[in-house]
């Protein structure tokens, strides 16, 4: 399975962890990453990622959400196909940074994880014209465990 995990969530673990969604949410995402590592799951970046990250201004940050980013064994790069569906996104009423991650992830058939609430709304009121499963890491992890608990008995 390919998980695209968006910035938000590869920040998410360095964010201040006082509130109990932001530490339920970076547990989650430790927990997502370390099954990357084992190779049940497959995690993918893309130059959309790459570039956002470029962008974080603090750079202890910037190399930490690097070293997480670097687990990914998938890259996805910019082709024109990832383009043209970029502009369906853009139609839809999504920012250019939402558009671009969800062309790239929707690209290679992953699930893509993210912690922006405004991003998933989004994703529910279009669900009629995007097959691409968006969900906060937290809800998707409870999915799979339940998923493999049923498989087990």
């Given at each position: 399975m390919?998980?695209?995990?968006?910035?938000?969530?590869?920040?998410?673990p360095?964010?201040?962890q006082?509130?109990?969604r932001?530490?339920?949410?970076?547990?989650?995402?430790?927990?997502?990453?370390?099954?990357?590592?084992?190779c049940?799951?497959?995690?993918?970046?893309?130059?959309a990622?790459?570039?956002?990250?470029?962008?974080?201004?603090?750079?202890?940050?910037?190399?930490?959400?690097e070293?997480?980013?670097?687990?990914?064994i998938?890259h996805v790069?910019?082709?024109?196909?990832?383009?043209?569906?970029?502009?369906?996104?853009?139609?839809?009423?999504f920012d250019?940074a939402?558009?671009?991650h969800?062309?790239?992830?929707?690209?290679?058939?992953?699930i893509?994880?993210?912690?922006?609430?405004?991003?998933?709304k989004?994703?529910?009121?279009?669900?009629?014209?995007?097959?691409?499963?968006?969900?906060?890491p937290v809800?998707w992890l409870?999915?799979?465990?339940?998923?493999?608990d049923?498989?087990?008995?």
């Amino acid at each position: 399975m390919k998980i695209y995990l968006d910035v938000c969530c590869l920040c998410r673990p360095f964010d201040n962890q006082a509130m109990n969604r932001i530490h339920l949410e970076s547990e989650a995402i430790k927990e997502i990453l370390l099954r990357c590592t084992t190779c049940d799951w497959t995690l993918v970046t893309s130059d959309a990622i790459r570039y956002e990250i470029s962008r974080i201004p603090d750079m202890t940050l910037k190399r930490k959400v690097e070293q997480l980013a670097a687990i990914a064994i998938e890259h996805v790069h910019i082709t024109k196909k990832i383009s043209e569906r970029y502009f369906s996104f853009v139609g839809l009423g999504f920012d250019s940074a939402d558009a671009l991650h969800l062309a790239c992830a929707e690209s290679i058939g992953a699930i893509m994880l993210t912690t922006d609430d405004a991003l998933i709304k989004i994703i529910k009121s279009n669900k009629d014209k995007i097959s691409l499963k968006v969900i906060n890491p937290v809800e998707w992890l409870m999915e799979e465990s339940r998923y493999a608990d049923q498989n087990i008995e």
